[in-house]
């Protein structure tokens, strides 16, 4: 078997065994700065890296029927940020092209499956976190707002948790309260 002139010491067929036994963690830095930006806003009832659902979405917010990629900008294919790999090209070309077909589809099965799909980009969080907290809130609000009904309702007759109903009502008095949020 003939090896193209790579760094790489081990057969393709290993190396392909062995890139395919490595399981994602997750992107730690960015969801932490999620996170903890969430928590201190008050925004809370989202599960982290759902397996449940296609694509494992960072967030997710069942009550509002919302989930949240935190998605790098060198694997997902940023168009402000990415730059392509100068070497083994035509591997790294196909791979990215997956890597944003996958993202695609998955968005179409969740909103297929009524979620609401938001997803961004790694520099979006690096620069502003603090204003993604903020739309990922401003979605909330009107996804929760929407599934709740207006009228007063015994709690028996909610669709959504108890829980769910005093963040509504929480995050209606604060945008009341507040003249202007940041989008």
Not at 52 to 70: H, I, M, Q, S
Not at 83 to 97: D, I
Request: charged share 25%; net charge positive; proline share 4%.
């Amino acid at each position: 078997m003939q090896h193209s002139i790579l760094m790489d010491w081990l057969a393709p067929e290993q190396r392909a065994r062995n890139m395919a036994a490595i399981r994602s963690r997750g992107n730690r830095s960015t969801e932490k700065a999620i996170r903890f930006r969430m928590i201190r806003a008050g925004v809370s009832g989202w599960k982290l890296c759902a397996s449940d659902l296609p694509g494992k979405p960072d967030f997710v917010f069942e009550d509002a029927r919302l989930v949240v990629f935190l998605d790098g900008c060198y694997w997902h294919g940023c168009p402000n940020c990415y730059r392509a790999p100068t070497s083994n090209t035509g591997y790294w070309s196909q791979k990215f092209a997956r890597n944003k077909a996958r993202d695609r589809k998955v968005g179409r099965l969740l909103r297929a499956e009524g979620w609401r799909v938001v997803r961004f980009w790694e520099h979006e969080i690096e620069r502003n976190p603090a204003r993604l907290v903020e739309r990922i809130r401003k979605l909330l609000l009107s996804q929760l707002s929407t599934r709740l009904p207006m009228t007063a309702a015994p709690t028996s007759q909610l669709k959504t948790s108890r829980v769910a109903c005093r963040r509504i009502t929480s995050l209606k008095l604060e945008k009341a309260s507040s003249a202007t949020l940041l989008i």
